[in-house]
């Protein structure tokens, strides 16, 4: 069997292992099993492209696969559940990268000798660059090494700007099949400045719909450039990711009650801090620990409402550990999960799988949400816009019309809250001032435990 | 490949990308993102062919930028991937109270 064909066939059943992998993944009872069928696939693809004719620098080969490889295995290893999200931005823009690095390999070289395979390396080179910087940036804003939001006016014609000026030298690109490698660079920089402004001015709120978006357009940036190697398992893949992460991207966007092109050039969350605050009145009512246990013990129903601070806190572990103490006692206790609490779409999830709490106990905003009236407790524990009012009935503010859960409707809101300061997005919340709100303030683990300790005190 | 054939090809893996995704409760949003961010780390094999192929030093090193920021991608998103459906493991056989116990 030649060469080829057996690399052929190689790419081929990596393939199928990554479609049935990802199918597999998209469901709890086999989800563990497909992410080893895709590193399976991964691996025969990896093996057998190094036997591929005319493959030369083997040494460089091996140490970036060496250098990169295990760098990126270490951190994933060590890095807190809580901050996979931006874990994950991370690896994904470095993979819009690598594409972008594709291009700019055959681009320089300049002898692809065909205007179709030209212009789809500039079109993955656009794509990938764009998701490598916008990735990074979005890491940096996860990570807290990005505080704000920087919007100035005229922000979007400068982006528009921008955009165009990256398209015509990327046409101009592709229409010369051997550009001049001084067009080549200012193509690059063009798309890589492109990424940083794109995503400077996003809001916190948003950036898991952003993540999700990068994902999906190095998929397709992975996609264009196994058009341009002629390279069928990249094709299919990179495509696969594209689809699924667009829709999975739009499913974000939808729960937020937000069309896509208003997250990303609305520049929402810098505005709102301003603009919503002078609407809620009344005052912040703190309450003790104890009181809430007292509360608590002698409901006959809770439903917890968990968010980023619950995640930042790493207070997973003794929330259940206190939603045990309850169900011990008869009360009915439930999970509220807002389609975009934390950082990205089922990080809620993810948590409370880690701590151990069963699945029925979880439910979604439009299963849960009826459910409130006959709450005598809702447990808010470091989640903020997701049950701010405000997006039900307050127009001026940028979260109107977002799906919330309605905490709110609840006999009595307890909210665990760090100190006094507006959410994430910047946006003051109205539920914080209710008559039937009481503020615990402290991190949620110490008041987890708090918690813990005065309802094992009321026997 | 010819091109209509590779327009076919990504016709239909679009479409399979779509339903492969449609049908994901929504627990599993952020563990198939992951997932999906690792399976696009196939643009390792992309990379190494085109650092295999390159000559002047200026290919070599965008090259080796290229593998390296593939490899990461794929190695990382492998075990962040898998940690993450490792607890799902753990809960998903209803045995969830005993296992947090044990904290």
Same mark, same amino acid.
């Given at each position: 069997?030649?060469?080829?064909?057996?690399?052929?066939?190689?790419?081929?059943?990596?393939?199928?292992?990554?479609?049935?992998?990802?199918?597999?993944?998209?469901?709890?009872?086999?989800?563990?099993?497909?992410?080893?069928?895709?590193?399976?696939?991964?691996?025969? =693809?990896?093996?057998?492209?190094?036997?591929?004719?005319?493959?030369?620098?083997?040494?460089?080969?091996?140490?970036?696969?060496?250098?990169?490889?295990?760098?990126?295995?270490?951190?994933?290893?060590?890095?807190?559940?809580?901050?996979?999200?931006?874990?994950?931005?991370?690896?994904?823009? *470095?993979?819009?990268?690598?594409?972008?690095?594709?291009?700019?390999?055959?681009?320089?070289?300049?002898?692809?000798?065909?205007?179709?395979?030209?212009?789809?390396?500039?079109?993955?080179?656009?794509?990938?660059?764009?998701?490598?910087?916008?990735?990074?940036?979005?890491?940096?804003?996860?990570?807290?090494?990005? +505080?704000?939001?920087?919007?100035?006016?005229?922000?979007?014609?400068?982006?528009?700007?921008?955009?165009?000026?990256?398209?015509?030298?990327?046409?101009?690109?592709?229409?010369?099949?051997?550009?001049?490698?001084?067009?080549?660079?200012?193509?690059?920089?063009?798309?890589?400045?492109?990424?940083?402004?794109?995503?400077?001015?996003?809001?916190?709120?948003?950036?898991?719909?952003?993540?999700?978006?990068?994902?999906?357009?190095?998929?397709?940036?992975?996609?264009?450039?196994?058009?341009?190697?002629?390279?069928?398992? *990249?094709?299919?893949?990179?495509?696969?990711?594209? %689809?699924?992460?667009?829709?999975?991207?739009?499913?974000?966007?939808?729960?937020?009650?937000? %069309?896509?092109?208003?997250?990303?050039?609305?520049?929402?969350?810098?505005?709102?801090?301003?603009?919503?605050?002078?609407?809620?009145?009344?005052?912040?009512?703190?309450?003790? =620990?104890?009181?809430?246990?007292?509360?608590?013990?002698?409901?006959?129903?809770?439903?917890?409402?968990?968010?980023?601070?619950?995640?930042?806190?790493?207070?997973?572990?003794?929330?259940?550990?206190?939603?045990?103490?309850?169900?011990?006692?008869?009360?009915?206790?439930?999970?509220?999960?807002?389609?975009?609490?934390?950082?990205?779409?089922?990080? *809620?999830?993810?948590?409370?799988?880690?701590?151990?709490?069963?699945?029925?106990?979880?439910?979604?905003?439009?299963?849960?949400?009826?459910?409130?009236?006959?709450?005598?407790?809702?447990?808010?524990?470091?989640?903020?816009?997701?049950? +701010?009012?405000?997006?039900?009935?307050?127009?001026?503010?940028?979260?109107?019309?977002?799906?919330?859960?309605?905490?709110?409707?609840?006999?009595?809101?307890?909210?665990?809250?760090?100190?006094?300061?507006?959410?994430?997005?910047?946006?003051?919340?109205?539920?914080?001032?209710?008559?039937?709100?009481? *503020?615990?303030?402290?991190?949620?683990?110490?008041?987890?435990?708090?918690?813990?300790?005065?309802?094992?005190?009321?026997? | 490949?010819?091109?209509?054939?590779?327009?076919?090809?990504?016709?239909?893996?679009?479409?399979?990308?779509?339903?492969?995704?449609?049908?994901?409760?929504?627990?599993?949003?952020?563990?198939?993102?992951?997932?999906?961010?690792?399976?696009?780390?196939?643009?390792?094999?992309?990379?190494?062919?085109?650092?295999?192929?390159?000559?002047?030093?200026?290919?070599?090193?965008?090259?080796?930028?290229?593998?390296?920021?593939?490899?990461?991608?794929?190695?990382?998103?492998?075990?962040?991937?898998?940690?993450?459906?490792?607890?799902?493991?753990?809960?998903?056989?209803?045995?969830?109270?005993?296992?947090?116990?044990?904290?």
């Amino acid at each position: 069997m030649s060469r080829d064909l057996l690399i052929q066939i190689s790419y081929f059943v990596t393939a199928v292992l990554f479609i049935l992998g990802l199918k597999r993944m998209s469901s709890p009872v086999t989800a563990r099993s497909g992410i080893l069928w895709a590193g399976a696939g991964m691996l025969v =693809a990896t093996v057998f492209t190094l036997a591929y004719p005319g493959i030369t620098n083997y040494p460089l080969i091996g140490l970036a696969i060496l250098v990169g490889g295990s760098l990126a295995w270490w951190s994933g290893k060590v890095v807190a559940v809580t901050n996979m999200p931006q874990m994950i931005a991370l690896y994904n823009g *470095m993979g819009g990268g690598a594409a972008a690095a594709i291009a700019a390999v055959e681009l320089y070289r300049g002898d692809t000798g065909n205007y179709a395979v030209t212009t789809l390396a500039v079109v993955g080179g656009i794509i990938g660059a764009v998701s490598f910087s916008g990735s990074a940036i979005a890491f940096g804003k996860l990570q807290g090494l990005i +505080n704000r939001s920087l919007r100035f006016s005229g922000q979007q014609v400068i982006n528009l700007l921008l955009l165009i000026a990256t398209l015509v030298v990327g046409g101009m690109v592709a229409a010369h099949l051997n550009a001049s490698p001084t067009f080549v660079t200012s193509f690059f920089v063009l798309a890589l400045l492109l990424g940083i402004t794109m995503t400077l001015p996003i809001g916190g709120a948003d950036m898991p719909v952003v993540i999700s978006l990068y994902n999906a357009l190095t998929g397709l940036a992975v996609g264009f450039e196994g058009f341009v190697l002629n390279n069928a398992a *990249m094709i299919i893949a990179g495509t696969v990711v594209g %689809s699924a992460g667009t829709l999975l991207t739009q499913l974000m966007a939808k729960a937020m009650n937000r %069309s896509l092109g208003n997250v990303l050039f609305s520049g929402f969350g810098d505005t709102g801090g301003t603009a919503a605050s002078g609407t809620v009145s009344g005052s912040l009512k703190p309450i003790e =620990a104890a009181d809430v246990g007292v509360m608590m013990a002698f409901a006959q129903k809770v439903i917890i409402v968990p968010g980023y601070g619950m995640a930042v806190a790493q207070a997973q572990h003794k929330i259940w550990e206190l939603c045990q103490l309850l169900i011990d006692r008869g009360v009915t206790v439930k999970f509220a999960i807002h389609p975009v609490a934390g950082r990205m779409p089922g990080h *809620m999830n993810v948590l409370l799988a880690e701590a151990g709490v069963p699945y029925d106990l979880i439910s979604d905003l439009d299963e849960i949400n009826a459910e409130f009236e006959t709450a005598d407790v809702a447990l808010i524990i470091g989640a903020n816009d997701v049950v +701010n009012p405000v997006a039900r009935n307050d127009k001026s503010s940028p979260i109107y019309g977002m799906p919330i859960l309605n905490a709110d409707k609840a006999k009595n809101v307890i909210v665990i809250k760090r100190g006094q300061g507006a959410g994430f997005s910047g946006i003051e919340n109205a539920l914080f001032y209710l008559d039937n709100t009481r *503020m615990l303030y402290g991190d949620a683990q110490k008041a987890g435990a708090e918690l813990i300790q005065s309802i094992k005190a009321v026997g | 490949m010819t091109g209509m054939v590779a327009l076919y090809i990504f016709m239909l893996a679009a479409f399979t990308g779509y339903e492969v995704i449609s049908r994901v409760p929504v627990i599993l949003h952020t563990p198939l993102m992951s997932g999906s961010n690792f399976v696009h780390g196939i643009v390792l094999v992309g990379a190494i062919v085109a650092l295999g192929n390159s000559h002047t030093t200026l290919e070599k090193s965008i090259g080796f930028v290229g593998v390296l920021l593939a490899a990461g991608n794929a190695m990382g998103g492998y075990v962040v991937t898998e940690r993450m459906l490792e607890m799902f493991k753990t809960s998903g056989a209803r045995k969830g109270g005993s296992g947090a116990r044990a904290h």
